[in-house]
Nanobody, 127 residues
Framework: QVQLVESGGGLVQAGGSLRLSCAAS????????MGWFRQAHGKEREFVAA????????YYADSVKGRFTISTDYAKNTVYLQMNSLKPEDTAVYYC????????????????????WGQGTQVTVSS
């Protein structure tokens, strides 16, 4: 079992920045694909970014490419999502997710592929 706890959400003006954190605990050994998803009110959950904890490769949704950066701190078992140049349309609850894998190159961008989820953190971007 893996437990995930997100933090770092809040209210920010358009153009501002936030850094979300996802602390993992439990059975964190081995390779995982860590993902960030978001769900705006009344909309489906959508992929934001993912990183392979072994290979280090990353993948981003087109809507956040160039503005968001996903990274990991292996010593702290923490995944970050640095969000810059925020827009009102980035407003959503952001969720951290994890999926164990045996591949150092695997990346997953579909919510159904992930088995572990955090409780979410609200990000609100005002115009």
């Amino acid at each position: 079992q893996v437990q995930l706890v997100e933090s770092g959400g809040g209210l920010v003006q358009a153009g501002g920045s936030l850094r979300l954190s996802c602390a993992a605990s439990g059975r964190t050994y081995g390779t995982y694909v860590m993902g960030w998803f978001r769900q705006a009110h009344g909309k489906e959950r959508e992929f934001v970014a993912a990183i392979n904890t072994s290979g280090g490769n990353t993948y981003y949704a087109d809507s956040v490419k160039g503005r968001f950066t996903i990274s990991t701190d292996y010593a702290k078992n923490t995944v970050y999502l640095q969000m810059n140049s925020l827009k009102p349309e980035d407003t959503a609850v952001y969720y951290c997710a994890a999926k164990p894998t045996i591949s150092a190159q695997a990346i997953y961008d579909t919510a159904a592929q992930y088995g572990y989820w955090g409780q979410g953190t609200q990000v609100t971007v005002s115009s």
